[in-house]
């Protein structure tokens, strides 16, 4: 079974930056799309950013866009969430989860990944 651990979150003052990493195990890591997505207190889960198999594509919402980049390092099944000019929106536990379409572009809803990290949280402080 696919295990996913992400790392790298914490307490940031506005305007910083964080740079998240998820580690990955269980199956072959680059045959497969990746999503970082987030879920604040009281709300869904919603997508943040995806990347396909072999990291040539890439999603982001419109809330993040211009601000963070998601990317992967296959030698090391990792992907990455670089994060900058953090806002208080952002605060949020974050999760990486992996797509079970081999080869595939990264779908953009929740209901497309099968594999699921349990979560890093960000705080950004004003």
């Known amino acids: 079974q696919v295990q996913l651990v992400e790392s790298g979150g914490g307490l940031v003052q506005a305007g910083g930056s964080l740079r998240l990493s998820c580690a990955a195990s269980?199956?072959?890591?680059?045959?497969?799309?990746m999503g970082w997505f987030r879920q604040a207190p009281g709300k869904e889960r919603e997508i943040v950013a995806t990347v396909s198999w072999g990291g040539t594509r890439t999603y982001y919402a419109d809330s993040v866009k211009g601000r963070f980049t998601i990317s992967r390092d296959d030698a090391k099944n990792s992907v990455y969430l670089q994060m900058s000019s953090l806002i208080t929106e952002d605060t949020a536990v974050y999760f990486c989860?992996?797509?079970?379409?081999?080869?595939?572009?990264?779908?953009?809803?929740?209901?497309?990944?099968?594999?699921w990290g349990q979560g890093t949280q960000v705080t950004v402080s004003s």
């Open positions: 269980g199956r072959t890591f680059t045959e497969y799309p």
């Open positions: 989860a992996q797509s079970n379409v081999r080869f595939g572009s990264s779908p953009r809803s929740r209901d497309g990944y099968t594999y």
